[in-house]
Nanobody
Framework: QVQLVESGGGLVQAGGSLRLSCAAS????????MGWFRQAPGKEREFVAA????????YYADSVKGRFTISRDNAKNTVYLQMNSLKPEDTYVYYC??????????????????WGQGTQVTVSS
């Protein structure tokens, strides 16, 4: 089972930027797609972005398209989420996740089987 540890969250003003990192343990990191989700208290976890094993294909939620960029460094077993032009409505706990199958990159929670503990992002107006 892979372990995922997120970092980089914090408090930022609207219009600012943050970069989240997710460090993965295990030797299979580079074989699987990775994703970022976010969740507010009492709400369902929602998809943010995903990237395939090689980094050549990415998916984004419409709400973050053009502002967020997902990337990965397989040599470092790390996936990143660069968040620019942040808005107060981007305030969530952000989670990284590993894809369930090396062969399929999805956008649903059921497409991922390992999750980090989450990192809080708060955007002030």
């Amino acid at each position: 089972q892979v372990q995922l540890v997120e970092s980089g969250g914090g408090l930022v003003q609207a219009g600012g930027s943050l970069r989240l990192s997710c460090a993965a343990s295990g030797r299979t990191f580079s074989s699987y797609p990775m994703g970022w989700f976010r969740q507010a208290p009492g709400k369902e976890r929602e998809f943010v972005a995903a990237i395939n094993w090689r980094g050549g294909t990415t998916y984004y939620a419409d709400s973050v398209k053009g502002r967020f960029t997902i990337s990965r460094d397989n040599a470092k077993n790390t996936v990143y989420l660069q968040m620019n032009s942040l808005k107060p409505e981007d305030t969530y706990v952000y989670y990284c996740a590993r894809g369930r199958s090396p062969l399929r990159m999805g956008t649903r929670m059921s497409d991922f089987d390992s999750w980090g503990q989450g990192t809080q992002v708060t955007v002030s107006s």
